[in-house]
T-cell receptor, first 116, second 114 residues
């Protein structure tokens, strides 16, 4: 069955610290997609990244980087030199085409608080 | 850049009332979804819709819920008789045929049932 686990409920860091948000997923399929979304206090879901199961290259986008490791079924997200504006809830999600509908299964989210 | 829109942004209703949440997906998209997020919890899949019919629904999507694409642009979620526990943020999403795995989310409708 599909499952996404974000074990860290809440993380607090001081501005400029690096922080890593963990995501572990479960799937029986060889083809799947992983996502990260940011949810600021205003409530919308802001897309950050999509990764397919055949592409294990790590990705960097500015201060954001993602580490995808199929061997451990993890897709972790690191923010370098965190800023107060990074404060939000971050969700990891999984989608499997074999499910027929590509529905997203979300983790429970990690609330990140960046303190000035 | 095209985007998914949802109306209203906020709705307050009395328990037992019917509500209709509206979504306008991106114009060339064929796959439509509704998700729900109870305050402080995770985002949960409700239903997917393709070719004018439900393709999958979760156990949350009981007989009180229905979806419809009444015209070529709108996609609606109706809750027939709202309960207190229906209070949540409801997100609509859409995707196109060539990139089904990439769903574009609307900004959400925050529903409060009193």
């Amino acid at each position: 069955a599909q499952k996404v686990t974000q074990a860290q409920t809440e993380i607090s860091v001081v501005e400029k610290e690096d922080v890593t948000l963990d995501c572990v997923y479960e799937t029986r399929d060889t083809t799947y997609y992983l996502f990260w979304y940011k949810q600021p206090p205003s409530g919308e879901l802001v897309f950050l990244i999509r990764r397919n199961s055949f592409d294990e290259q790590n990705e960097i986008s500015g201060r954001y980087s993602w580490n995808f490791q199929k061997s451990t079924s993890s897709f972790n997200f690191t923010i370098t030199a965190s800023q107060v504006v990074d404060s939000a809830v971050y969700f990891c999600a999984l989608s499997e085409p074999a499910s027929g509908t590509y529905k997203y299964i979300f983790g429970t989210g990690t609330r990140l608080k960046v303190l000035a | 850049e095209p985007e998914v829109t949802q109306t209203p942004s906020h709705q307050v209703t009395q328990m037992g009332q019917e509500v209709i949440l509206r979504c306008v997906p991106i114009s060339n998209h064929l796959y439509f979804y509704w998700y729900r997020q109870i305050l402080g919890q995770k985002v949960e899949f409700l239903v997917s819709f393709y070719n004018n019919e439900i393709s999958e629904k979760s156990e949350i999507f009981d007989d009180q819920f229905s979806v419809e694409r009444p015209d070529g642009s709108n996609f609606t979620l109706k809750i027939r008789s709202t309960k207190l526990e229906d209070s949540a943020m409801y997100f609509c999403a859409s995707s196109d045929y060539s990139l089904q795995e990439t769903q574009y989310f609307g900004p959400g409708t925050r529903l409060l049932v009193l």
